[in-house]
């Protein structure tokens, strides 16, 4: 059973894939060009960055364009944001419901990242991003940091994430790993646990 969760956040805690992909696409669909939801959505679950390069690549359209609308979208949320994602609430109250610690693993940036958190009332222990100056995943630096910060068990800690990196990174410092996974969309990946709801981790937990 596990008492504590690292969890990344855009794409796990908060359902901001839709929001991305349809951004992305309408670049695409702007230049007068075709793509579906679920081609961009393939790219995205690995990484946005990766994204933008192939979709660029592929239509001949500057990264800058699609950078811009992306950060367009990150300024929208400042007033709108993209909902939490299903029954993260329920999680994050069980585990501080049996004194265990949620922490938050980001590639975001603070002021995005407690934006979104804030504005969707996610309550958690502690968050370190990428101006805290450690190297990002699969780098396990920010993993290291938490789980000494905060004293947790890795044998009793459990990481959430929606990409194969944060499984990787996860096990580099012996945490157990779940992948949340978008229906349809096939992710390589040693994952311990594959979800497709939070809901599915609530049996996981435990004093």
Request: charged share 25%; proline share 6%.
């Amino acid at each position: 059973m596990f008492h504590n969760i690292i969890w990344d956040m855009g794409g796990t805690m908060v359902d901001t894939y839709p929001h991305v992909d349809a951004t992305l696409q309408a670049v695409v669909l702007d230049s007068g060009q075709e793509v579906s939801l679920l081609e961009v959505a393939r790219l995205t679950r690995r990484s946005t960055n990766l994204a933008i390069t192939e979709l660029s690549r592929r239509f001949g359209i500057p990264e800058a364009r699609f950078r811009e609308r992306e950060q367009e979208l990150k300024d929208s949320w400042k007033i709108t944001p993209p909902p939490a994602m299903a029954h993260v609430h329920d999680v994050l109250a069980a585990v501080a419901g049996i004194n265990g610690i949620n922490v938050v693993v980001t590639h975001r940036d603070r002021a995005s990242a407690r934006t979104l958190l804030e504005g969707l009332g996610l309550q958690v222990s502690d968050m370190v991003c990428p101006e805290d100056g450690f190297p990002r995943k699969p780098d396990p630096a920010m993993f290291t940091h938490m789980i000494n910060k905060h004293h947790l068990d890795p044998a009793r800690t459990l990481a959430i994430g929606d990409r194969p990196i944060d499984i990787t990174t996860a096990h580099k410092v012996g945490v157990a790993g779940a992948l949340l996974e978008t229906p349809g969309i096939e992710l390589e990946a040693d994952a311990d646990y594959r979800i497709t709801d939070l809901a599915e981790v609530l049996p996981l937990l435990g004093a």
